[in-house]
DNA sequence: CTTTTAAAGTCAATAATGCTGACTTAATGC
DNA sequence: GCATTAAGTCAGCATTATTGACTTTAAAAG
């Protein structure tokens, strides 16, 4: 009877409309720096996974990201054009490139996930660290299995 | 310490990419189905609030979505064009419009959530009671102070 | 060595969703 | 009567995604 009473109609409602709204929330911050540099939130998820996997392919980001090569085309010419990104040919297979931030690029790597950093972090004090393990816990299970595959692929290669 | 202990920069990256990664996924089931009807996000979230808030005012439909009156007149008006929304002069103010899901709104509305809420039920499920709760917590705290007030004037009107 | 495949990059056209500015219409409040 | 308010509209633009059709370069397969 207690997965009844979490799992009503109503609960789930409020559950879909605290994930709209936190995830307003959750971009709202990187949001507004970018506006200063004229980027918008596909600049900040090829700079967040670039950093976050330095040195993976093009390939890798488009898998990632689950857009196509055209999509992200613009947005990393722009970032290499600006100084942003660097692209090195691959070492061992010529064909590919490893993408890395410069240090232009570090930089607002730290002001945006610093930003969001500080949002998450005074959730996570609010709520305490059990909330936060639930809150870890709840998300891994929203996400996509083929998400949480194509993540596993990336971090073994 | 213990606090030291979930407040690494690293925990937070990994919160913040798990953000990311769940609401693609949250949103994957209804895009799927909005496609099926050409319609997009946008309509998605006005029928949402359409159905959760019956009767609300045009001006709280953009104060709750965050977005202008020109943004939501393409979307709305389709909706209502198409039947699945309902625009009725205000009793009281007639300048006023209270906008309602018709049947066929109530159908696609049914629709939408059933897969959302299918996702949230087996996530919650997987997680646990207390998961959920730390998730909505967590959540709760994520969002806007703007937001939360927002969201109070609505319920209260 | 030649052909095929693979990785990256590009150009063009299209779509969804947001924005701003400049209005109109109708109803309310004073 | 006149200013204000709620709603609605038109036009133009930006961002970010899409598909399709290519090219270039390098590796792999035959």
Redesign the interface.
């Given at each position: 009877m207690?997965?009844m009473?979490?799992?009503t109609?109503d609960q789930?409602?409020?559950?879909?409309?605290?994930?709209?709204?936190?995830?307003?929330?959750?971009t709202?911050d990187p949001d507004r720096i970018l506006q200063n540099y004229a980027y918008g939130r596909a600049h900040h998820?090829a700079i967040?996974f670039i950093n976050?996997h330095k040195g993976l392919k093009v390939n890798d980001l488009l898998d990632i990201l689950?857009i196509t090569k055209q999509s992200l085309n613009r947005v990393l010419r722009q970032l290499i054009d600006d100084g942003l990104v660097d692209s090195r040919v691959g070492s061992k297979d010529k064909r590919e490139r490893n993408l890395y931030l410069t240090d232009k690029g570090t930089a607002l790597e730290r002001e945006l996930?610093d930003a969001?950093?500080k949002?998450?972090?005074?959730?996570?004090?609010?709520?305490?660290?059990?909330?936060?393990?639930?809150?870890?816990?709840?998300?891994?299970?929203?996400?996509?299995g083929e998400?949480k595959q194509r993540?596993q692929r990336i971090k073994d290669s």
């Open positions: 207690d997965a009473l979490f799992l109609d789930l409602l409020q559950g879909i409309e605290l994930m709209y709204f936190a995830y307003k929330g959750f709202s998820r967040h976050r689950g996930s969001q950093r949002r998450m972090r005074a959730a996570y004090r609010a709520a305490g660290p059990e909330a936060v393990q639930g809150f870890r816990m709840v998300l891994e299970n929203i996400m996509d998400t993540l």
